[in-house]
């Protein structure tokens, strides 16, 4: 079990101008005087890439760091739409979704161009968020060991062994990705020691370093569920993260896991 959790609101589409200041000042409100102090929790929200600039400016110098939602694994030139690496280093991002079940689905990514984008990113000094899971036909036909591992082997193929616990995993199976249905602790807990199984044929001591992130409808009322699984090393949260009481109790729960 990792001594500092993860705790990521990935926005997706959402988002103005006034309601990130709303969002991020509530939390910025809230969180230094929680007790007892959520030292062990390492907040970060992602927002659309437009918003950067803004989140930069509220959040610099405070306890809550910032990333991308996504990266182009091209470092300049002509791709039109595309954001680099080092322009998210401009503007202070620390982490970058990669691999969303959305960016896979509605924007056809395969598994070898996201083990290229995090590759990039981990190369520019940013933390890759790789995204990997399951469709509800292949968690009931028994075919989610074999689905994670096609999403994972063309990333644990460029892996350079050492610097494998610069990454962080989020397991979010489809099916519970904005649909109310979370899976289990115990489904979680599961599919996340495979996960580490998995990354160990790499680098065995580095595998144990590695944040593994649950997401998928995770909200207040079960983050402790996750919380208590000794492999579940934070959450990446999508609609809970907008809101603020859902974001901070979320956050507690992990605290409360470790006895703080
Ligand atoms: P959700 O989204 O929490 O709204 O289910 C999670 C995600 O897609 O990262």
Known sequence: ???????????????SLNANRDLLKGLLDAIPHIQPRLSAIEWV????????????ELLSGSEMQWGAQDLSNEQKGAYTGEISAHMLLEFGCRYALVG????RSKF????????????????AGLTPVICVGESLADRESGNTWNVLSEQLDPLLALLNPGTMNRIVIAYEPLWAIGTGRNADGVTAQETHAFIRNKLAQVD????????????GSVKAANA???AAQSDVDGVLV?????VISEFLEIGKAFQASLGE
């Open 238 to 242: 999508g609609g809970a993260s907008l």
């Open 108 to 123: 056809t990514e395969s598994s070898a161009l996201i083990a290229s984008k995090a590759i990039t990113a981990l190369e």
């Open 224 to 226: 402790s569920e996750y």
């Open 100 to 103: 969303h079940s959305e960016r």
């Open 204 to 215: 065995l001591a580095c595998a144990a370093e590695v944040s593994i992130l649950y997401g």
């Open 45 to 56: 929200v992602c927002p659309p890439a437009v918003y950067l600039s803004q989140v930069q």
């Open 1 to 15: 079990m990792l001594a500092r959790k993860l705790i990521i609101g990935n926005w997706k589409l959402n988002g």
